[in-house]
């Protein structure tokens, strides 16, 4: 669709056809390098911990997650945002926005710590997030799959494995 739009935005400017090809392909290589750039960033600068007491999710821009193996609820579907969900372009032409990405990862009832400047619209998103009746902790999600597609097969799921193997089970 983006290739779509730029292919035609320029054809219209250059007024040729080989004009709008190119300036498809290369707006289009622009916005894959940088949101490949950015995915990698986010990647390199991004640790799991895993302990005999629990797994930790430390971000490079301070966002923290902690799971403790007792309360992992399960292993699910977890949603990660690398942009702002805002749709962008004119209002009855074509309009863009990046959706979040979706992994395999371990969700349950932990701590979470957030850097002091995040936008509003994530702070509200994260006030909204389901809190235990019991210990008033949120639901905390680590997305192990955005690390590792193959994680339940390797180290990740070997230490999954060691201490909540009922979350390794086939339909579980």
Known sequence: MFFLVMLLLGAVFTTTTVGGVL???????VLVGVLARKYAKMADRTVIRFSPL???????????ARLAWGD???VGE???????????????GM?????????????????????QRIPARMRQQLAAVPVDQRTGRPEVSIPLGAIDPAWQNGDM????????????QVGA
């Open 23 to 29: 300036v498809g392909l290369v707006g289009t290589g």
């Open 54 to 64: 629990g797994v930790e999710l430390e971000d490079g821009s301070g966002f923290r």
């Open 72 to 74: 992992i609820t399960r």
């Open 78 to 92: 977890v949603q990660t945002r690398m942009a702002s969900p805002r749709t962008i372009g004119r209002p009855g």
């Open 95 to 115: 309009r863009v926005r990046a959706g979040a990405m979706h992994s395999l990862g371990l969700i349950g009832w932990g701590e979470r710590a957030v850097p």
């Open 157 to 168: 799921g070997n230490w999954v494995a060691r201490y909540r193997p009922d979350l390794m």
